[in-house]
């Protein structure tokens, strides 16, 4: 199984600053048709999670372009340019390379 | 437009069966990959299981295999996930899943499943 672990776990960010998270996956994320399956959700308290990024950099439409998704191989990053109220809530990302799909821990931002 | 509702949830006890279900609208099930994705209550998200759209193939995590079964009835256009030999850690909220582009980019609104006796 491919293993996915996230730092930081908790991210606490003034307003208007920059926000990063890495996800690294315990082994390459290159599918064998040649694509890399990373994406990474936004879930708010008591909401269904919302895709942000597909195939590492890829934003889905309606999501703001402060959202950046870059990485290769075993090492991905989600980049927020200025954090803004509404970015409050937990990340994730996933790995849909493997057969058995797997998610990083979460990472929690807040409003410092 | 594209919409997921999930239904079946509730208390079961220990050791029982629960069948959840997957109502689809405004896209066509077997056209897709379906998943299943749980969260404990406070906790992160666990992906339990995945149905292919082509080989019918399925897929599942370490921790249901053999106790969990993901299946889909074209003719209802309704994703399932049969759980049985339920046990306290798996009450979650159960989400399912389309699957776009090798990740999933619709999710229903969850059900929750509790374990208890």
């Known amino acids: 199984d491919i293993v996915m672990t996230q730092s930081p776990l908790s991210l606490p960010v003034a307003l208007g600053q920059p926000a990063s998270i890495s996800c690294r996956s315990s082994q390459s994320l290159v599918h064998s048709d040649g694509n890399t399956y990373l994406t990474w959700f936004h879930q708010r308290p008591g909401q269904s999670p919302r895709r942000l990024i597909y195939r590492v950099s890829n934003r889905d439409s309606g999501v703001p372009d402060r959202f950046s998704g870059s990485g290769s191989g075993t090492d991905f990053t989600l980049k927020i340019t200025s954090v803004e109220a509404e970015d409050v809530g937990v990340y994730y990302c996933m790995q849909g390379t493997g057969r058995q799909h797997s998610f990083g821990q979460g990472t929690k931002l807040e409003i410092k | 437009q594209v919409q997921l509702v999930e239904s079946g949830g509730g208390v079961v006890q220990p050791g029982r069966s629960l069948r959840l279900s997957c109502a689809a609208s405004?896209?066509?099930?077997?056209?897709?990959?379906m998943h299943w994705v749980r969260q404990a209550p406070g906790k992160g998200l666990e992906w339990v299981a995945v149905i292919w759209s082509d080989a019918n193939d399925q897929y599942y995590a370490e921790s249901v295999k053999g106790r969990f079964t993901i299946s889909r009835d074209n003719s209802k256009n309704t994703l399932f996930l049969q759980m049985n030999s339920l046990r306290a850690d798996d009450t979650a909220v159960y989400y399912c899943a389309r699957d776009v582009v090798g990740s999933t980019d619709h999710w229903g609104q969850g059900t929750l499943v509790t374990v208890s006796s």
């Open positions: 405004g896209f066509i099930v077997s056209s897709h990959a």
